[in-house]
């Protein structure tokens, strides 16, 4: 699995857009980018996945660039329940056997 | 969305005994289940992927004889950290996923304390 880069932390106004980067310089032509965030002592929650075009749901909206080697995830208007860690990680779209490689993430912490 | 749940969610122990994690689909069978270790102010490290039916496969470096995997079946798969040490304090996290579904979801995690 293609390996990722991800700012070690960022801050954001409530109620503000807020936007983690990710770069993927290496990921294959089969290679899926999935979020998930890690609220303080909780287990991981899954966030958004795609694969070139961008997506939304109710969570969040994620935009790849077109050579697909950095995309962004994009949270509407943070609020303070949004302060997490977030991991962008890279892997092939293997069903749900597929386990998953974190990286260091990025600690956002959205501030009133 | 599918629920993923831990028993228990926190234990305390002494050093040298041996100490049982379990982890269940709640709504949903899953024949694969993966183990999770997080050390403090860092990152979830994969321990080994449980298979239901079979032996689990362990990461590089994972003793598979310290940490025993069970997944008898299609809804739980135990931890069992055998001999436990003040280092293997830590926070287990397990993740399943149901069929046809591409993200995992995760359980609460467990908070192991050695003493």
């Known amino acids: 699995d293609a390996k990722t880069t991800q700012p070690p932390s960022m801050d954001c106004a409530e109620g503000r857009a807020a936007n983690l980067p990710c770069n993927h310089s290496?990921?294959?032509?089969?290679?899926?980018v999935y979020w998930y965030r890690q609220i303080h002592s909780q287990g991981p929650q899954y966030i958004i996945h795609g694969l070139k075009n961008n997506e939304t749901n109710e969570m969040a909206s994620l935009i790849i660039t077109e050579d697909r080697k950095s995309s962004t995830l994009i949270l509407p208007h943070a609020t303070l329940r949004d302060t997490a860690v977030y991991y962008c990680?890279?892997?092939?779209?293997?069903?749900?056997?597929?386990?998953?490689?974190f990286g260091q993430g990025t600690t956002l912490q959205v501030k009133p | 969305g599918a629920v993923v749940s831990q028993h228990p969610s926190w234990v305390i122990c002494k050093s040298g005994t041996s100490v049982k994690i379990e982890c269940r689909s709640l709504?949903?069978?899953?024949?694969?289940m993966f183990w999770y270790r997080q050390f403090p102010k860092q990152s979830l490290m994969l321990m080994a992927t449980s298979n239901e039916g079979s032996k689990a496969t362990y990461e590089q470096g994972v003793e598979k004889d310290k940490f025993l995997i069970n997944h008898a079946s299609l809804t739980l798969s135990t931890l069992t950290v055998t001999s436990a040490h003040p280092e293997d304090s830590s926070f287990y996290i397990c993740?399943?996923?149901?069929?046809?579904?591409?993200?995992?979801?995760f359980g609460p995690g467990t908070r192991l304390t050695v003493l």
């Open positions: 709504d949903f069978q899953a024949t694969t």
């Open positions: 290496t990921i294959s032509g089969n290679e899926y």
């Open positions: 990680i890279v892997r092939l779209r293997s069903g749900n056997t597929g386990k998953l490689i």
């Open positions: 993740s399943a996923s149901p069929a046809n579904y591409n993200e995992q979801f």
